[in-house]
């Protein structure tokens, strides 16, 4: 089933109340919730940000099956308990049953959908190249031999040219840099199951400490964020983000998935 954006729809939003249901992959980890509020005519999809790409696909086929229920005229609570009856857990995507349940507002079902869990974390860290010991070594002697002035990234020079062309500067990043840059994404850091755009930017915590999960996230959006944004590895350089990154995951590598000092 494709997205008609002919198609009738519901209203996209709601000040009211909402009624959802969980929509969960194979694997039963939630994907996304399809939500409903009768009073306004409203329902839709909210994709778990914390969850994978394939919610994105799967959010425009359950949007598709939303338009089908308001072509025949359903409430929109009448259309999500139809989606719930008809739901096969065979599929890429399935309502999980009995999980119909209730939200004060459609904002905070969309606080819900941004909350991490552990198989959130678990399928970003299953992205992880444990295997690939050279990668691994290739980090850390990456982290090891990143210097201050290498954290301290310069940018090209900019501005109106004597021949009144202009010139856009762009971040210079060392040949040490680009090395740990690189190691990120050999080591499986650099991953499309996070959904960087659409969670919040990473920051380096107080204790400049990152779980690994986190640092798989961070290191997406940084090196992701690059190819839109020009300056993301710098900021991310300076603020010491890299270097947490880095440190976090030789550590998890080193400890538990098997490196020099871990269990196989």
Known sequence: MTYDSAAPRY???????????????????????????????????????????????????????????????????????????????????HVVPGSLAEAPSLAALMELAHVVTEADDRRLLAQLDRGNADAWRELREALAALTDEDRAVRWSESGQQPDGSWLMGHPVHSERL????????????VTPAYLWQDNPPPAVPADGRLGPADAVRAATAVVRGERFCDGTIAQAAGEGLLDAVAESLCVWYEADAGGPHGVP
């Not at 969960?24 to 980890?29: F, I, L, M, T, V």
């Open 11 to 93: 209203r996209a939003e709601t000040d009211g109340p909402v009624h959802h249901l969980t929509v969960a992959n194979a694997r039963g980890e939630a994907m996304g919730y399809l939500w409903a509020n009768d009073e306004d005519d409203a329902a839709g999809w909210c994709l778990r940000p914390a969850g994978d790409r394939a919610g994105i696909n799967e959010g425009i086929e359950w949007s598709a099956k939303l338009s089908a229920a308001k072509a025949r005229g359903l409430a929109p609570t009448a259309a999500l308990a139809g989606l719930a009856r008809s739901s096969d857990p065979r599929c890429v995507s």
């Open 178 to 189: 680009r090395r740990l840059v690189g190691a990120l994404a050999a080591v499986g850091a």
